[in-house]
Structures are given as structure tokens and as C-alpha cells.
């Protein structure tokens, strides 16, 4: 999925039609279902669940990288989505 994703944000920054495609997507009523509906039709396969999923595992990685130090999740860090937006719209 990390790969994924950043190949989808190089080509966003590079194409500006792309990147307000993307960023179109945040007004649906689903704006994550739609974005990944986006993505697909686009030929990126980024798909809801993996999406959810890479999030969760990025959180779960960097809790183990302290040996037991971080009792509790930091908010922010699982929610892949949003770090590709905010990455997007520098």
C-alpha cells in the first residue's frame, strides 16, 4: 500500500487534473469509498480495506518500535488517508 500511495501522490503533484480529482473526493458523502472508487477507475488499485488496514498496521509498527515504552497510540499516526492528503495539499 505504501507504495501505492506514493505513486499516486508523485503523479498528483505532477498532474494537476489528477490532483483535484483527488481532492474532489473529499466533498462525497463517503469521501474515503470515493476515493479509492477514484483511484481504481484510475488504475491505482487502492482499495478501501487495504487502505484502513495499512493505517492500522503503520500505527501498530511504530508501538512495537518501543518495546513496550508508548503505552497508547499516538492520534494521528494510523490514518493514512488524511498523511496522503496533508502531503498532497503542500
Known amino acids: 500500500m505504501e507504495e501505492k500511495l506514493r ?4 503523479d498528483a503533484q505532477k498532474d494537476s487534473s489528477l490532483k483535484e480529482k483527488l481532492l ?22 487502492i482499495y478501501l480495506g487495504e487502505l484502513f488496514a495499512y493505517g492500522q498496521d503503520m500505527n501498530d509498527a ?10 497508547c497510540s499516538i492520534d494521528g499516526w494510523d490514518d ?8 498532497l495539499e503542500v
Open 24 to 45: 474532489e473526493t473529499r466533498k462525497d458523502k463517503d469521501p474515503m469509498k470515493c476515493f479509492c472508487d477514484t483511484c481504481q477507475s484510475l488504475g491505482y488499485e
Open 62 to 71: 511504530k508501538m512495537r518500535s518501543v518495546n513496550g515504552g508508548g503505552v
Open 80 to 87: 493514512a488517508y488524511e498523511m496522503f492528503f496533508a502531503s
Open 7 to 10: 505513486q499516486l501522490l508523485e
